[in-house]
């Protein structure tokens, strides 16, 4: 089990910025993943992903391989309770300022709950 999963906790690809307020917008991800170890017969073989996939948990020289997914129930929805996530504000000077809206809601926009 990882958390928080390897989307890490700030997506730093996902900003969003307002330089005439001194505002910027960035959104956290709290979601488990399960982690499988595989032992490797050789240290280049591929034994976790397909020729034509990234090699990212392949872990080529290390004695094991890994695969990473998110830690979903049979419905493919995260077990965990939510909030997975949320968008928050940061001033310039580095400063959380306490806005903060919470992920993990469905379309209705009820807040779910974990099974």
Request: charged share 20%.
């Amino acid at each position: 089990m990882v958390y928080p999963g390897n989307f890490g906790t700030f997506n730093r690809g996902a900003v969003a910025v307002d330089p005439d307020r001194d505002m910027m917008f960035a959104m956290s991800v709290h979601l488990a993943f399960t982690v499988k170890m595989i032992p490797r017969a050789d240290a280049t073989t591929r034994i976790a992903t397909l020729e034509s996939e990234p090699v990212f948990t392949e872990n080529p020289g290390a004695p094991y391989a890994g695969t990473r997914v998110p830690f979903y129930s049979p419905l493919t929805l995260p077990c965990q309770q939510p909030p997975w996530g949320s968008t928050r504000r940061r001033r310039s000077d580095h400063r959380l300022d306490g806005y903060q809206h919470v992920n993990g809601r469905d379309l209705s926009g009820a807040a779910l709950s974990a099974f």
